[in-house]
């Protein structure tokens, strides 16, 4: 059983399309997160969302929106891509949220996106 | 402005002997740190954590340890086997709560060699 799957693994796609990353966790976890990887191999935090309410929204273009339709799944939505949008994302999720200590998350395979 | 950081890109180390992952960190309110492995096409799996209070902890074949004073942790598998092969990521946070984001470094590329 997948515990944290992302859909698609691969996307490539032209400059100026609109494209989502859909993603989901079975754990139960409360709080889910989208990481970008960029070419120099940073991990950093995009967005997170505990119990479907954003928590964390770091300084990213408005034309990346996370959605979160219930506690389990966490989408990514790109409108207007862009040549540096071609990154891997990772969604991610912990198993407790709020003012407790969160330890670890658990993430996703990644979806390597290639805007040409 | 890279508040945590991995100095060394790579690090090739022989079947059976230690290997050590350095990190560095420059944010002094970080209180909660963490050791992430990732093999290729697959996400980062959590690997070992350790809170400020502490300046060890151990699980298993890997051992972090934590100098706050001089904002240095270091990650010890011994003894290492070629399945450990991997990118090995320091992460910090500020509480280690969801309200606070988790900074991750660069990334320390290790490779076992049987």
């Known amino acids: 059983d997948t515990a944290v799957s992302q859909t698609p693994k691969y996307l490539v796609t032209q400059m100026g399309n609109d494209k989502s990353i859909k993603c989901e966790q079975n754990?139960?976890?409360?709080?889910m997160y989208w990481y970008k990887q960029d070419s120099k191999k940073f991990l950093k935090i995009m967005f997170s969302?505990?119990?479907?309410?954003?928590?964390i929204n770091e300084t990213v273009p408005n034309r990346f929106s996370p959605k979160s339709p219930d506690k389990a799944h966490l989408n990514l939505h790109i409108n207007s891509l862009e040549l540096g949008d071609s990154a891997v994302y990772f969604c991610a999720s912990s198993p407790i949220g709020g003012t407790d200590i969160s330890y670890e998350q658990y993430f996703g395979p990644g979806t390597r996106l290639t805007v040409t | 402005d890279q508040q945590v950081k991995q100095n060394s890109p790579s690090l090739s180390v022989q079947e059976g002997r230690i290997s050590i992952l350095n990190c560095d960190y420059t944010?002094?309110?970080?209180?909660?740190f963490l050791w992430y492995k990732k093999y290729p096409a697959e996400g980062p799996t959590f690997l070992i954590s350790i809170s400020s209070i502490k300046d060890k902890n151990e699980d298993g074949r890997f051992t972090v340890f934590l100098n706050k004073s001089a904002k240095h942790l270091s990650l010890h598998i011994v003894p290492s086997q070629p399945g450990d092969s991997a990118v090995y990521f320091c992460a910090a946070s500020e509480s280690g709560t969801s309200y606070d984001k988790v900074i991750f470094g660069p990334g320390t590329s290790l490779s076992v060699i049987p």
């Open positions: 969302y505990n119990n479907k309410e954003l928590i």
């Open positions: 754990l139960g976890h409360d709080t």
């Open positions: 944010n002094s309110m970080f209180d909660y």
